[in-house]
């Protein structure tokens, strides 16, 4: 079966580090597109980061430097470091697997599977 | 303050057809494409269109999509009562570089 499994959340002290994984069945992790998205209580989605299948990586401004996004293919999972964290990174974190590409002068992309996502709250 | 403005809520009854509105810019809607995600309460969201119109396998019909310059929408036939979800459209920001979600909208089935 297809699937992502997201783990890791847990409540968290302003300034401390967590690892989120996302562990991938029935595709390869390192041939597409992962991303992290974020949802914050009674909120909408905020993308966070993607890890393409070269293996080059970007972030949202609100967690570059703070966060990582990394994977390893020999256990078909993908990770997102969390350090530094705020009370505003409290949310619910959703990996996703893209399609991505360009048509012409478009940029395509899309999300097809998602996790069921993992809650991360940040408090003291 | 979502890139993509999306109406917070909408509603319908049974059998009517709804039509979700997602506004942009010449940056995003305009030269790229757009999808649109299904999220039902304490649910992952899901892929509702695709490329602007496209309908990943499985979804039902009554689910479509358009666009038109700056602005894309998403029309729901024949509305039902599992329809009842958050609804969110997204797509590529050529200024930012980057992937942009409205800030979606609540569908109430009356």
């Known amino acids: 079966e297809v699937q992502l499994v997201e783990s890791g959340g847990g409540l968290i002290q302003p300034g401390g580090s967590v690892r989120l994984s996302c562990a991938a069945s029935?595709?390869?992790?390192?041939?597409?597109?992962m991303n992290w998205v974020r949802q914050s209580p009674g909120k909408g989605l905020e993308w966070v980061s993607v890890?393409?299948?070269?293996?080059?990586?970007y972030y949202a401004d609100s967690v570059k430097g703070r966060f990582t996004i990394s994977r390893d293919n020999s256990k078909n999972t993908l990770y997102l470091q969390m350090n530094n964290l705020r009370v505003d990174d409290t949310a619910v974190y959703f990996c996703a697997r893209e399609h991505f590409d360009f048509w012409g002068l478009q940029t395509r992309w899309y999300f097809d599977l998602w996790g069921r996502g993992t809650l991360v709250t940040v408090a003291s | 303050q979502s890139v993509l403005t999306q109406p917070p809520s909408a509603s319908g009854t049974p059998g009517q057809r709804v039509t979700i509105s997602c506004s942009g810019s010449t940056s995003n809607i305009a030269p790229n494409t757009v999808n649109w995600y299904q999220q039902l309460p304490g649910a992952a969201p899901k892929l509702l269109i695709y490329?602007?119109?496209q309908r990943p396998s499985g979804v039902s019909d009554r689910f479509s999509g358009s666009k038109s310059g700056t602005s894309a929408s998403l029309t729901i036939s024949g509305l039902q009562s599992e329809d009842e979800a958050d609804y969110y459209c997204a797509a590529w920001d050529d200024n930012l570089s980057g992937r942009v979600f409205g800030g979606g909208t609540k569908l109430t089935v009356l």
């Open positions: 029935g595709f390869i992790v390192s041939s597409n597109y």
């Open positions: 890890i393409n299948g070269g293996g080059t990586v």
């Open positions: 490329h602007d119109n």
